[in-house]
């Protein structure tokens, strides 16, 4: 069983900064696709940002010019950096990897928080 482990979470000021990380737990075939979505109280879980296998990004008009989201694929770890943090980023932060050819998976992590006070 692959999982998914985050790391980076936590409370930081308005207009700080943090780094999440998210890691496979084994080593798996190379995700087509590794993303970071969240979701606050309330309301519904949506993409914040995702990589493709040859470094395509797509961000979310919301977090345009202030995060950016990087991959290792030697190390199977996805990596999204959060500048100028605003209150309305406050929820939990989830990434997940997806594969859609040969050996198929859609893998989840478990959620880390991150917490912006004003």
């Known amino acids: 069983q692959v999982q998914l482990v985050e790391s980076g979470g936590g409370l930081v000021q308005a207009g700080g900064s943090l780094r999440l990380s998210c890691a496979a737990s084994r080593s798996i075939s190379s995700a087509n696709n590794m993303g970071w979505y969240r979701q606050a109280p309330g309301k519904q879980r949506e993409l914040v940002a995702d990589i493709t296998s040859d470094g395509s990004t797509n961000y979310a008009d919301s977090v345009k010019g202030r995060f950016t989201i990087s991959r290792d694929n030697s190390r199977i770890t996805v990596y999204l950096q959060m500048n100028s943090l605003k209150p309305e980023d406050t929820a939990v932060y989830y990434c997940?990897?997806?594969?859609?050819?040969?050996?198929?998976?859609?893998?989840w992590g478990q959620g880390t928080q991150v917490t912006v006070s004003s």
């Open positions: 997940r990897f997806t594969r859609r050819t040969l050996v198929r998976y859609d893998y």
